[in-house]
């Protein structure tokens, strides 16, 4: 591939999905292009860039083809404990009035980890009886939505990561597959959001999951995404990040949790939390029911 096309490439995936992509990834470009370019009946990358100005289709293709879509049940367990043990007490005691949540997981890929969140939330049902829990979940890629959608996972999907108690309790098996049940699939909407549109529309949230994306955004798209999240997260709302990101030298919205590294908490929330703190844990509560 010449430079000159790389270079476009490189500035198309930047404007339209934050993807920074530097030098050292050209065999990844020739690996996920190469389909892309054939099946479009083009003869090589500098074709493409070309085709990719005029053609969303096509465009679309692209940048599906770029998006990083790893992902498992439960991956990395951190920020779900974090989610069970330290996120969820809180909330119940800010929120005891209002009894609702709204949790927004960006960049959801195949679905695992809102489906991993709904799994939680109904784990805790008894002690949030007569709760409202909202999960909005998504991501820049279509095709990988409607597999989330589906709830459809090989035994390989499945079975990483994922204990084996929540696969006999929340899945069905379906010949080679495993399906999740009908209950955790309806705890999940999934919606097509590039995050580096306007996501306003989303609302407001209570904890928004966003990891394992930004680390491939350039600074510049870093700092966007997560001052237009600080706007859509509550002031007294929870934002839980990768292991390997961090908002320092990003956003000034943000700090770390004190019982977990990877849960930011909004800067101006401290009383409130604090407070929470002070208050019943989810497991006092189920104690005393």
Not at 162 to 181: C, E, G, M, S, T
Not at 204 to 211: E, G, L, N
Not at 245 to 262: L, T
């Amino acid at each position: 591939m010449s430079q000159q096309a790389f270079s476009a490439l490189q500035a198309f995936l930047l404007k339209s999905s934050g993807l920074s992509l530097d030098k050292e990834k050209k065999y990844l470009v020739e690996a996920r292009l190469t389909p892309v370019i054939e099946q479009a009946g083009l003869s090589d990358l500098g074709e493409l860039v070309i085709m990719i100005e005029t053609d969303k289709a096509l465009a679309k293709k692209v940048i599906e083809a770029m998006t990083v879509n790893e992902t498992f049940f439960f991956r990395d367990r951190q920020p779900f404990e974090g989610f069970r043990s330290a996120i969820l007490p809180e909330l119940v005691k800010i929120r005891a009035r209002q009894r609702k949540l709204r949790i927004w997981s960006a960049a959801c890929s195949t679905g695992q980890e809102p489906y991993s969140l709904a799994m939680i939330i109904d784990e805790e049902a008894r002690t949030m009886a007569g709760w409202t829990v909202d999960i909005i979940a998504t991501d820049i890629a279509e095709s990988v939505l409607k597999k989330a959608k589906d709830g459809v996972y090989t035994h390989f999907e499945a079975q990483r990561g994922l204990p084996a108690q929540h696969l006999v309790r929340y899945f069905a098996k379906r010949k080679d597959n495993w399906v999740i049940n009908q209950n955790i699939r309806a705890r999940v909407d999934f919606r097509q959001q590039n995050l580096m549109s306007d996501f306003s529309q989303l609302g407001q949230f209570d904890v928004i999951f966003c990891r394992n994306v930004l680390i491939y955004f350039a600074p510049d798209q870093k700092r966007d995404v997560l001052n237009r999240m600080a706007q859509r997260l509550a002031p007294d709302g929870f934002l839980v990040l990768g292991a390997a990101e961090s908002v320092i030298g990003y956003s000034s919205e943000f700090k770390p949790h004190s019982d977990n590294r990877v849960i930011l908490t909004r800067r101006a929330a401290t009383s409130n939390h604090e407070a929470a703190r002070g208050g019943a844990s989810l497991e006092q509560a189920r104690a005393a029911k």
